[in-house]
């Protein structure tokens, strides 16, 4: 079983910067998938980032170069970096963890939730 906590959302203006946490307990992030959703209202969840048990990242198109994944494995927290930050990035964002080899892009592949935090950029 695994836990996540996510902290770090807020309002911010566009063009601005914040940075996601996950904090996981349970089992040591170095030794599964965590991802990063996100859903905005009236719309599905979609596939924001993840990081590979190996450390390999994987990036939406609509954040590439913008969101930065990664972990702090002494910590057992994983980190979204948001740079640039755009009024359609508003959502709430889902931290999550995926117990297969293979980094998933579909929310049907992860296994546990954290409880979601509401980032809001304005214009």
């Known amino acids: 079983q695994v836990q996540l906590v996510e902290s770090g959302g807020g309002l911010v203006q566009a063009g601005g910067s914040l940075r996601l946490s996950c904090a996981a307990s349970?089992?040591?992030?170095?030794?599964?998938?965590m991802g990063w959703f996100r859903q905005a209202p009236g719309k599905e969840r979609e596939f924001v980032s993840a990081?590979?048990?190996?450390?390999?990242?994987y990036y939406a198109d609509s954040v590439k170069g913008r969101f930065t994944i990664s972990r702090d494995n002494a910590k057992n927290t994983v980190y979204l970096q948001m740079n640039s930050l755009k009024p359609e990035d508003t959502a709430v964002y889902y931290c999550?963890?995926?117990?297969?080899?293979?980094?998933?892009?579909?929310?049907?592949?992860?296994?546990?939730w954290g409880q979601g935090t509401q980032v809001t950029v304005s214009s």
């Open positions: 999550a963890a995926r117990s297969g080899v293979l980094v998933g892009q579909k929310a049907n592949e992860y296994d546990y």
């Open positions: 990081i590979s048990r190996s450390g390999n990242t």
């Open positions: 349970g089992r040591a992030i170095s030794s599964i998938v």
